[in-house]
């Protein structure tokens, strides 16, 4: 017995430091879409403080992600702005389910704080400058592959804008870089995350106005583990539905998935 016990005794600080080993070299890559980009980094870093463990993320836009993924990218967990893109992982059996919506984004209008485009959400505003030929540079992401963009096209399609703003478009990369062009001084405003826009970084240089819901397709935004999932990803993943990671999206401007 007693031998047993000195076995154990030793044994004991080895499988402890094995599991702390182990949880600091579990960080798991992250993917996700650039309008989470200010409120996930304030999550990860309530995840860790409260569970010692830590995610390393990348941002940019979902179809972009999706690509690297099915070419093997070693990203663990997928944070779309758009369902759609976790959908085509799933149906191509990337991930081991369909994932949930963590948040539901919006569209905000948004300009320098000395930018002469007058601000509304029916985007009068940007019709009369338009019509007056002082609009030159108007920033939005890139329709192709950024959920923001497609949902800021659909926005220009229903105030009756899109053929006529062509020429003075500037496409941003992701929402995140739209956002950049539209409160810089690149451009004279832009259609950008909500979540973006009410940032500290943002929100000082910018002033913004809600795009109406109805103009455009919900933002669901899903997210999905994929296949490459560890333990650190999991739990990160369960921590995202938690109320206090919830709380921190409501704080950016995200609404709560209602179905």
């Known amino acids: 017995m007693k031998f047993r016990a000195m076995v154990l005794a030793l044994a004991l600080p080895l499988l402890l430091c094995s599991k702390v080993l182990f949880a600091a070299q579990d960080v ?36 972009n992600f999706v690509a690297q993924i099915r070419n093997g990218a070693p990203f663990e967990l997928f944070l779309s702005a758009d369902e759609r893109y976790t959908q085509q992982l799933s149906q191509a059996n990337e991930t081991p389910d369909d994932g949930v919506i963590y948040a539901v984004g919006q569209l905000a209008i948004a300009a320098p704080k000395s930018s002469p485009l007058p601000l509304d959400g029916e985007l009068n505003g940007v019709k009369q400058l338009l019509a007056s030929g002082q609009l030159k540079r108007f920033a939005i992401a890139n329709p192709e592959h950024a959920p923001y963009g497609e949902r800021a096209k659909e926005v220009l399609q229903k105030v009756g804008l899109w053929q006529d703003i062509q020429a003075n478009l500037v496409f941003g990369e992701n929402v995140s870089q739209a956002a950049q062009f539209a409160v810089s001084g690149a451009t004279q405003g832009g259609l950008v995350a909500l979540s ?24 669901d935004q899903r997210m999905v583990l994929t296949l490459k999932a560890g333990e650190t ?10 109320d206090a990671a919830q709380t921190v999206f409501a704080d950016y401007g995200f609404a709560r998935a209602t179905h």
């Open 28 to 63: 798991p890559a992250i993917a996700a879409a650039s309008s989470i980009k200010f409120a996930l980094d304030d999550i990860a870093k309530q995840f860790t403080q409260e569970t010692g463990r830590k995610v390393r993320i990348s941002y940019g836009s979902s179809g």
């Open 196 to 219: 973006l826009a009410v940032a500290k970084p943002f929100k000082a240089r910018a002033n913004y106005v809600l795009i109406p819901q109805e103009y455009y397709t919900p933002l």
């Open 233 to 242: 990803a999991k739990l990160f993943y369960s921590y995202l539905q938690s």
